[in-house]
């Protein structure tokens, strides 16, 4: 019989829950475009509950931090009463930026979860990978690639729209 100790054994389970809550996002994300905002929604996840949500809303809040990332972050410390995030985990349908990234590692985060890579600013591994920075003092786990074919899908539409707009406009 095979020693099947050193097998990689996959959890589908957790595969379901990822897809789940990612899903979730993905309505934060459309909440998003739906005001004009790049669309990009994060949820924020604590012992299998949904604790905050989060949208992109940096053009309609004049507010350059105001990723959905650090929205859903803001809204899960004022929920828990704490800015430290322990067990929380955050889903979110872009790779993260730097900016988001370091925030999560301050919140504690347990894990960041993200569909798309972002080939601009992900700092998840696409750019840099900031989680995996040995001389920082706190590191999150991350997991890419869940419902990134749906992210990437509204993040064309998304941008595919807003040229035939400019385009149009610029015909006038």
Avoid at 23 to 41: F, I
Avoid at 77 to 93: F, H, M, Q, S
Avoid at 129 to 157: C, I, K, M, W, Y
Wanted: aromatic letters at 6%.
């Amino acid at each position: 019989m095979p020693d099947m100790s050193s097998a990689v054994v996959h959890d589908h389970a957790a595969d379901a829950a990822h897809e789940r809550f990612m899903a979730l996002a993905l309505a934060q994300a459309q909440l998003a475009w739906d005001r004009g905002e790049v669309p990009v929604g994060a949820v924020v996840v604590k012992d299998g509950e949904v604790i905050a949500t989060g949208f992109n809303q940096p053009i309609s809040g004049h507010d350059p931090t105001a990723h959905a990332e650090i929205v859903a972050l803001r809204a899960a410390a004022d929920k828990l009463g704490n800015y430290r995030l322990p067990g929380c985990e955050l889903y979110v349908t872009l790779e993260p930026c730097i900016m988001c990234s370091g925030a999560m590692m301050h919140a504690r985060l347990a894990r960041v979860i993200y569909a798309a890579t972002d080939p601009k600013t992900g700092a998840c591994g696409s750019v840099v990978n900031l989680f995996d920075e040995p001389s920082l003092n706190h590191h999150t786990g991350v997991v890419g690639g869940v419902l990134a074919d749906q992210a990437s899908s509204l993040l064309r539409a998304f941008f595919a729209e807003r040229r035939a707009l400019a385009k149009k406009a610029s015909a006038i």
